[in-house]
């Protein structure tokens, strides 16, 4: 695990990690990266039609087939949507994230985002501590969202299905919606072809 995250800290140096807006980020030890979410950045597709934004910090790399991704997570929650994401993208019209958010509700939710072509916006359960595991896991088009304490033990946020390619972007995003800025800490990511049996229980 350790191994994972300062390869791809190293990684983000190289090249081999990609940026989608590049912004700040820094080391704070071995296994733990910042990113610096500008103000009034994030991704979302308006169902409304209100406005389409895709302007987060999104540091990537571009993998083929399944595989499965967790971090743990955690931020100061400072402004309404501020969030730790993990997210997975094929294009523009459509992706999927997962997010440790400050919610319009005044609390702090794992949320998820599916968009394909518009966004969707599903609240999750409310999540009182301040830092959180995250999981992503695909099985050809189908994926999964969970949630959990340690990183070993999951809680299924969402199951679903999106026609995505074969190759597709997979990382960390942080944003900021409606704030000024907000730092945000992802620790222990990890990015495996361990297969998962249980696609709902995350292991």
């Known amino acids: 695990m350790s191994e994972n995250l300062l390869r ?8 081999q990690f990609k940026w989608l807006n590049e912004a700040p980020y820094k080391k704070l030890d071995e296994y733990t990266l910042q990113i610096k979410a500008p103000g009034k950045t994030d991704f979302f597709t308006d169902p409304a039609g209100k406005h389409v934004i895709s302007n987060a910090p999104f540091l990537y790399q571009e993998i083929e087939g399944d595989f499965r991704v967790k971090a743990h997570v955690t931020h ?4 309404t949507w501020d969030a730790a994401v993990l997210m997975l ?3 523009s019209e459509r992706w999927a994230k997962l997010c440790f958010e400050a919610t319009d509700f005044n609390t702090q939710a794992v949320v998820s985002v599916v968009t394909d072509g518009v966004s969707d916006d599903a609240n999750g359960v409310n999540y009182h501590w301040n830092n959180v595991w995250l999981q992503i896991v695909r099985q050809g088009n189908l994926y999964a969202f969970h949630y959990g304490p340690d990183g070993e033990n999951w809680n299924m946020v969402r199951f679903f299905k999106l026609d995505t390619t074969a190759k597709i972007k997979i990382g960390m995003e942080a944003q900021c919606p409606s704030g000024d800025g907000a730092d945000v800490v992802f620790k222990a990511f990890m990015l495996d072809r361990q297969p998962v049996k249980d696609l709902r229980a995350g292991v």
């Open 89 to 91: 993208r094929d294009s």
């Open 76 to 79: 100061a929650f400072s402004s």
């Open 8 to 15: 791809t800290i190293n990684e983000a140096q190289t090249g």
